[in-house]
């Protein structure tokens, strides 16, 4: 299931192959992938468990399903999935109601996206109670659709979440750039088939085919983007 909006059009540059732009949220347009280990840090100290710093990179840019998961197994604590998410979604929706600071050129970028009528959707393993809250900062009018994790059966490192959003506009995977942050988002995106460009927030990414690495948002602009789709 997915969330619409009213659509940005279907106009491309001319001659561009580029037929949409898909966004991941989580560390990529809002800084808040440190927010997530807080709240799990703070729950879990709640219960009982202190985290294991080295745990960070296993649990960031995945589903909340298997991020949870991985953290009641590895600290054996007496906690639902079910319980255990309800408790991370509410420590993280207060702490962004607070504050909620975009990743450097993001605002540009999504303007820039906007401005020149580029398809655009936001995919994101996060729940859609959470998408909710941060789109109110990003500005729902910048997405034609947006995915949530809890709206589709697998999501990353699945492709699907991207090969929804790309049916959803009408676009080919392999005429979509994705931006990701994360090794599990860029999985998701590539088995899809998908051009990808990883911003690189907790832990590194390397380059690969079909693959680009930036250090910032700031380094992505529509042209970069037209770029890296050829016929």
């Not at 985290?51 to 990179?57: K, V």
């Not at 995919?123 to 109110?136: G, K």
């Not at 750039?177 to 999985?187: H, K, L, N, P």
């Amino acid at each position: 299931m997915t969330t619409t909006i009213p659509a940005l059009g279907t106009r491309t540059a001319e001659g561009s192959a580029l037929q949409a732009v898909l966004l991941d949220m989580d560390g990529t347009l809002v800084d808040t992938e440190g927010f997530w280990w807080d709240v799990e840090v703070e729950v879990f100290r709640s219960l009982g468990h202190t985290l294991d710093e080295s745990w960070r990179h296993v649990v960031v840019g995945g589903p909340m399903s298997r991020s949870a998961g991985f953290l009641i197994e590895a600290t054996g604590a007496d906690i639902t999935l079910a319980d255990l998410s309800v408790l991370l979604n509410d420590g993280f929706e207060a702490r962004i109601g607070h504050a909620l600071p975009l990743m450097p050129g993001a605002a540009r970028l999504l303007g820039e996206l906007a401005a020149h009528g580029v398809p655009t959707a936001l995919v994101s393993a996060s729940h859609r109670r959470i998408i909710d809250r941060v789109l109110t900062t990003l500005g729902p009018q910048h997405f034609a659709l947006t995915v949530a994790g809890d709206e589709v059966t697998r999501t990353k490192p699945f492709p699907d979440p991207y090969l929804l959003a790309a049916a959803g506009l009408g676009a080919d995977p392999g005429r979509c750039a994705v931006i990701e942050d994360t090794a599990t988002g860029v999985a998701a995106a590539e088995a899809a088939g998908c051009h990808v460009v990883a911003v690189p927030s907790v832990a590194p990414i390397a380059p690969a085919a079909r693959r680009t690495v930036v250090t910032s948002l700031e380094d992505v602009d529509l042209p970069f983007l037209h770029g890296l789709i050829t016929l």
